[in-house]
């Protein structure tokens, strides 16, 4: 049976009475653990297995340990699970023994640790700030008031409703969060990244995985290099890169963004906007009512659709490579003036009296400014 090494004090260690339930389940005996300490504050758990932690309003702390046990009679299972044991040193419980532990504490607390080698960590209802360390195994926390730092080296991560700043970072699992009230960072050597609302600033970075956040309250930095990446709404500025995937902004007031492979779609946008794509067509709508930057949008191969509302005024400077045919750029509005040279087909012209420059650059493709 796999153990820790611990070395203690004798004077600052504490055995809690143990009690033990012992239930056949076919060739196997399930055997049960559990027993209780006085109210103090607990700062670090420590367990072989799986941990399960659930805040409560009473004061004292509560636990029980899980495990399978094969073969025997009840007599040696009995005497198996009187192995399992829980140590309380100085507000640090551990449990060694490679087992499923669940405890109950005081939901009111400043801060938390939990560290498991192989488990799962599966923690809610605490009101402090929580630190998750697990090498395997899945993590889930939800309603935790203070901030969440989490270490993963590969199993999924689950976030509920955090009511602080997020850190987490996965050797390749998977990552969700619904809600986080602060602002969070996300990083992932491989798996999906999958936002809710993030009411700060976000930082979301996957080797190998897409990235989609719902609503972020500050600036957005979402980096992939193997996934597409899509943002419902940010009120911050937008930096988003992919290596192999198509980039989708629903709405944003300020965009900078570059896919080596893949569409880039951008609606509801405003403010200064630069977006360039090795492979791929970009689409860009600009949001009616807010001010235009100067923007650049280019592709080296593939096609640039714009949509410019009536009460936005630009200055077009539009560019396509590889042709010499005036339809290569197409547009709703006049008083654009063509030309080309050297197989490229120029159009300059403003667009509602004009205003800020709006670059656009087609290789290989087509222009359209559409009237929205």
Known sequence: ?????????????????????????????NVTVSGSFPAQPVYRITAGGDITVRGKHS???????SARIRGGDRASAHRAAEEFRALNVSGQLFFPQSAAVHVELPRKSSYLALWSPGGAIDASDLTGSVRADSAAGRIVLDRIGGDVEIHSSGGPTIL????????????????????VQGGATFESDGGDIQLGEIEGAVRAITAAGGIRIDRAGGAVYADTFGGPISILRAFGIVTARSAGGPIDIAEAPSVQCRSASGTIRLNNVSGELRAQTERGSIVAEILSGRPLKDSVLSTRAGDITVFIPSDTGVTIQAECGGTRSRDAIVSDFSGFHMSSAAATVMARGQVNGGGPILRLAAAGGRIEIKRK
Request: glycine content about 14%; proline content about 0%; hydrophobic content about 45%.
């Open 59 to 65: 004061k004292d702390i509560q636990y029980s340990i």
């Open 1 to 29: 049976m796999k153990r820790f090494a611990f070395v203690f004090s004798l004077a600052l260690c504490s055995w809690a009475a143990d009690r033990i339930q012992v239930e056949r389940d076919g060739g196997f005996w």
């Open 160 to 179: 509920g409703t955090i009511g602080g700043v997020v850190r987490c970072y996965s050797g390749g699992g998977t990552i969700r969060a619904v809600r």
